[in-house]
């Protein structure tokens, strides 16, 4: 996946807003069955490295700070 599309973007930022964190542990469950496995997959490892870096996004460079997060993985 190279970028976050719109409809992804909005279940993320649902729930960040809804636990007010970015740890996948603890907000995944209020979208993981609305992902494809390959979302999942992509969504997951970047939430935790925004997590643990505590490089946030929002609705104007959710796609630029993703487009950083693949670069720091030499993808």
């Keep these: 996946m190279r970028t976050i599309s719109p409809p992804i973007y909005s279940l993320l930022a649902r729930a960040i807003n809804t636990h007010g964190t ?3 542990a603890v907000i995944s469950y209020l979208f993981e069955e609305d992902l494809t496995a ?3 997959t992509a969504v997951i490892p970047f939430l935790q490295w ?3 870096t505590g490089l946030l996004f929002g609705r104007g460079n959710y796609n630029e700070r993703y487009t950083q997060y693949l670069a720091s993985c030499n993808f």
Excluded: E, K
Aim: charged share 10%.
């Design 22 to 24: 970015y740890d996948p």
């Design 50 to 52: 925004c997590h643990t």
């Design 38 to 40: 390959n979302q999942y």
